[in-house]
């Protein structure tokens, strides 16, 4: 994806810190944060989600909180599976953030996430006359004449151009996210420093299904 950046690093315990950033999302921040905060969306959206349900347990304001099961896919290396992750999901409205859990140990021992979705500075292009007019030889009450006097010309250009908003073009907005997790079972080092791959990847083919959500959206 352009305009992606992405670093990882290895913490104590194997906690891997994820941090990923989509600073040009083609998508506006509410189509965005509508897609993620309604956690129905993430088996459709998500690749690696097999399934999930979902149950409202609190809301107050802009803030929701559910209690999700995901049934997701994993694999290390030549290794696959199936596997069960119990979360809370935590929305808000205002701050336009999604925030998940561990809810109960199962195949990651501990895993923490926040999406945070923000709106892209808009693009602004500026419009001047192409062409200058050119004054008489003489005219102009100071006595002075626009024609072969280069400052006279950029005043008239200053004064009848204009700065005006690009054409209106698909609203964008950047997309960060920041997941620290460790696995029930993780290899030594340094075979354990493979998981900061693996947690880049996971929160790029994330992004990669979220892009593809969006997409529809976009061309309405």
Excluded at 26 to 32: E, G, I, L, N, R
Excluded at 67 to 96: I, P
Excluded at 144 to 167: D, I, K
Aim: hydrophobic residues 40%; aromatic residues 8%; positive net charge.
């Amino acid at each position: 994806m352009a305009n992606c950046t992405a670093t990882a690093k290895l913490l104590r315990n194997n906690i891997v810190d994820v941090r990923v950033c989509a600073e040009d999302f083609p998508a506006s921040q509410d189509a965005v944060f509508k897609l993620m905060a309604d956690p129905d969306n993430h088996a459709r959206i998500f690749e690696s989600i097999e399934s999930a349900t979902s149950e409202l347990v609190y809301q107050q304001g802009p803030v929701k909180r559910y209690r999700l099961d995901y049934q997701s896919h994993w694999n290390f290396w030549k290794w696959r599976g199936l596997c069960e992750s119990r979360l809370f999901m935590e929305t808000n409205s205002s701050a336009r953030t999604v925030s998940f859990k561990l809810r109960e140990p199962g195949f990651f021992k501990t895993f923490e996430g926040r999406w945070s979705i923000t709106a892209a500075a808009p693009e602004v292009s500026l419009h001047r006359p192409t062409s200058l007019p050119l004054g008489g030889g003489g005219g102009g009450g100071d006595g002075f004449g626009t024609r072969g006097n280069p400052l006279a010309h950029m005043q008239l250009w200053m004064q009848q151009g204009s700065v005006t908003p690009a054409c209106a073009a698909p609203a964008r907005s950047v997309v960060h996210i920041h997941n620290m997790m460790s696995t029930q079972m993780s290899p030594p080092y340094p075979l354990s420093l493979t998981l900061k791959g693996h947690g880049i990847r996971q929160a790029k083919d994330m992004l990669k299904g979220l892009l593809e959500a969006t997409t529809p959206l976009v061309a309405e």
